[in-house]
Structures are given as C-alpha cells and as structure tokens.
C-alpha cells in the first residue's frame, strides 16, 4: 500500500489503519488469524443510539446463550458488507459470532470466461456497455479495461437505459455485458420487454442468487450455522424462495435491511433461532418484502430469462445460478449473434499472481481476506489480483477500504 | 450493486415516474413495481427502475442512512454506489 506508492489521495485514512500493526514483513506476518474487529471506522453510527446498544447488548448475550464458540452465520450481499464495514458494525458483533459474506458481490462471481466473451466482442470491435466496476475485473488473463487501452470501445453505464441511449445515438451494433442478480436482472428483462434499439444485444452473466446458497450449505466443510438473507434481491423474489431450503438444509434464514439497526437486529434474531434450534425463514425487513416478492417484477424476469447452470467464480458449478435468454430472445443475444473467437485470449497465460487469488474460499466464507497473502499487499484497489479488490461489494475493497483487519 | 435508493414521487406520466431524491429530481421507470405508484409515495429505485413501493410507516428510517451517503464524499465506497444508483436514472 503506503509502501508500494501507488495509492490515490483519499485512501490515506484507510491504508494507515491497514498499516496500523507495523509496515514490515508480508501481508500474512502482518495478520495473526484471529477475531475480526473493525478499527479506523469503528465509531457507530445508529440513528438511535439506546436502540442500537440494547441490540448489541441483546446480541452479545443471545450468542453467549448458544454455548459453543464460535458461531458463523453468512450474509450473501455486498452491500450489506458495505453498511458493516462502512458504520463499524463488527465492534458490536460479540467476538464469538462471526458473520462472514459469502457469494454477494455480483461483480466477483461473474467468471473469467464470461468476462473473456465481453473481451473477445471489444476486441473484435464491437462496442461493449457494462456496470461499472465489470471494466476492470479480470477475465483469464485481461479486462476489458485492457481491451480499452488497445483501442477498443468500452462504456460504462449505470443503468440499462444509458446503454439503449448510446445504441440509439450510434447505429455500430452495441453489446450490453448484463451483470449483476436478480435485482438487476429484472431491470434488463423489463427493458427487454419494452423494445430495444435494432443494433442492441445483451451478453448475459446474470446471476439468481437462492441456488448459490445451497452449494455454500452443502460444502463439506461449511460452518455456517444461519444466513441473512438479501433484502433487495427477496424483494425481487419473497422470502418464501428461502422455505424449501431452510427445510432441506436445516439451518434459519433471517430476511435483513441494509441500515445499521436493521442488520443488528436480524442477526439477534438469526442467533436466537440458532439458540433454540428452530429452523425457519423470519422476514426482519417487512417494508420492502413480502412472501411471495414482486410478481410484476418476477414474471418478466422468467419471460425474458431461463435458469441455466454455470460456474461462479472461484467457487463451483451452481445448478440454475447463471440467467440466459430464452430462445424466444436469441435474436438479441449476444452470444449467437457475434462469433466470439475466445482462442486468442487464452494464449495469454494468467499471471502467476492470479493463481495465488483466494477469491473463491473468501467468497464461499472458508477464508477472509485477511488469510491472503497477496491482500493489501500485492492486490489493492488500484491494481487489483482478484475480483473481490475491484469491485465496490467486493469483500477485500469493502475491508481495504474501510479498514477492517485483524486483532 | 443491490442498495438502490429511495426517493418520493412527484408526478407520472405513463411509465415514468418524476422523483425527487434528496432534492435532486430524477425519471424512474415503473414497468417493475407490484403496487399502483401516485404522487407522493416512496419508491425504491434500483439500476432506473422502480422496483419496490416504500409504505410510510418507518420511512424515516430509511431515508436517514440515504441522507448521510448522499452527502458523503464519493471516496466513501458505499456512498459512491448510492450515488451511482441516482446516475442511472434519466434527467
């Protein structure tokens, strides 16, 4: 980091406190496993105070009432990561319960060869519109910010509407490389089903995020004893998506919110569940979610989509997790309407760094960042190792930025 | 990616909702929301879409975290990807 010269003004804060034990000796000397606690940014933040000590005292003794230490429970969203790490959230954790993110960041999962596709189109020429942090995620060996600065043309956008207004304003074919779960998905889907531009196609790594949980419960060595569950995406999809499985894995599910308060008190509630061994869905974000979610939202995302298996990222094949476009939309996929020549991207090797990535154990919670070597140390935002440091709900970016390390 | 942001709705014209997020008013399409949207009512906006009508009750609540990100800088990682959430909608 400070080391290495290479961070940008503003970051300064974050890097001290990540430098906090010492510059010397590498990333792992400087990292002793041990319970994770939030330091630079721990001061809290509750909008109501009393309300927010009563959870984390209610928490603390509702996880000692357990009586086995520690306990892991798994959130599977970036953004809550985000409001964790961003308002010092982990101080009030009691140091038994550690609640590690799993596969939430829509960015890291999305695998290297679906990222080659988008590559081989830019490179080929095509012009490619994508959310932002997918510019600089690493394909098998390059980014489509690689492509970029060979000459190919890549734009970012912030939402599918930017992309149709830059197919409209060109008549060159345009690839929309469509990322991101079930809350983006459905946006795609309704676009899709409201008319696109004739020169605008849709790659896409779309990802449904229910099937990943039941490959992170089944892992054979999973310690995870509940999930937190998403509150944007079961808006999209209800909490009543959760029964089967809570029912199958024989583990609870609390639905949360993304504020402070909202996620202290579902992981209260996710440890009592434990505590007394029951086995259910509890929805804790009732403004925003519903048993049976958004059906006006549902329904255009399985016309347009069909659940297809794929690999994520680092971490296995999901049955069903990957969203591909029914046949009925072949004519705007990107995938049969370019030949995409992949051949020449895979002369290029992955750097020997690459192979050191521990994105997939962090992102299956089986390691944290801070059991990595290269984190922080080789790997940092600006030039990033692995998915998880580039993208904003990444979980390395969320905790280099704002400093969440080792005691 | 997931965070959205809420915002009240000032008026409609067909799929198009006019709201104001935290002063700043923005279209947001209804194509995806469950529920009738009339002005006045809070929706959360994810990627330009309306994809959730926010009841009152505890709005309060949730608009007070929005509020701080919005006013932070765009250095903060969680507060640049709310403000990214308001960049996708149209002007």
């Known amino acids: 980091m400070s080391a290495s010269g290479t961070e940008r003004p503003g970051e300064a804060g974050a890097s001290e406190a990540s430098l906090s034990e010492g510059p010397e000796g590498t990333a792992a000397e400087r990292r002793p496993r041990a319970p994770i606690i939030d330091s630079a940014t721990s001061e809290l933040k509750f909008r109501d105070p009393d309300r927010g000590a009563a959870l984390a005292g209610a928490l603390a003794q509702t996880v000692a009432g357990i009586g086995r230490a520690p306990v892991s429970v798994m959130h599977v969203c970036g953004s809550h990561e985000q409001a964790i790490a961003r308002f010092g959230l982990r101080s009030a954790f009691p140091p038994d319960l550690h609640v590690i993110m799993g596969p939430g960041c829509p960015v890291c999962i999305t695998d290297q060869p679906e990222v080659d596709e988008a590559v081989a189109l830019a490179r080929q020429g095509v012009r490619i519109a994508t959310y932002g942090d997918m510019v600089r995620v690493p394909g098998t060996a390059a980014s489509l910010a690689d492509a970029e600065a060979e000459g190919a043309r890549v734009d970012v956008v912030y939402s599918i509407d930017q992309a149709i207004a830059l197919a409209n304003a060109a008549p060159d074919p345009l690839v929309f490389f469509a990322t991101g779960f079930e809350t983006t998905a459905v946006a795609t889907a309704a676009a899709i089903l409201s008319g696109l531009p004739a020169n605008f196609f849709v790659l896409s790594a779309h990802k449904y995020i229910p099937p990943v949980m039941e490959i992170v419960a089944e892992m054979p060595d999973s310690r995870i004893e509940g999930f937190v569950a998403a509150g944007h995406a079961a808006t999209i999809t209800g909490w009543g998506v959760f029964e089967a499985f809570v029912e199958r894995h024989r583990v609870p599910v609390v639905v949360a919110g993304f504020e402070p308060l909202d996620i202290l008190a579902a992981l209260v509630r996710l440890a009592e569940l434990i505590r007394d061994r029951i086995c259910t869905v509890e929805n804790l974000f009732p403004r925003c979610v519903t048993r049976e979610g958004n059906l006006v939202a549902q329904r255009q995302l399985w016309d347009v989509f069909t659940p297809i298996g794929g690999r994520w990222r680092g971490i296995a094949h999901i049955p069903n997790g990957n969203l591909r476009l029914r046949d009925r939309w072949s004519h705007l996929d990107a995938r049969r309407r370019f030949a995409i020549d992949l051949t020449r991207l895979w002369d290029d090797a992955p750097s020997s760094l690459s192979q050191q990535c521990q994105c997939g154990d962090i992102m299956s919670g089986r390691k944290t960042p801070a059991d990595c070597a290269l984190f922080g140390a080789d790997c940092v935002p600006e030039n990033p190792v692995g998915a998880c440091m580039v993208s904003s709900e990444g979980t390395c970016r969320i905790w280099h930025e704002y400093g969440v390390q080792h005691r | ?91």
């Open chain 2, 1 to 91: 990616m997931c965070l959205g942001v809420p915002g009240r709705v000032i008026e409609i014209h067909d799929n198009l909702a006019l709201v104001d997020f935290f002063g700043v008013s923005r279209q947001v399409r209804l194509e995806l929301v469950d529920e009738p949207v009339a002005p006045g009512d809070y929706i959360l906006n994810h990627v330009g879409f309306a994809i959730r009508r926010i009841p009152e009750r505890d709005i309060e609540g949730t608009l007070a975290m929005y509020r701080q990100l919005l006013h932070e800088a765009e250095t903060d990682l969680m507060a640049a990807d709310v403000q990214g959430e308001l960049k996708g909608t149209r002007t």
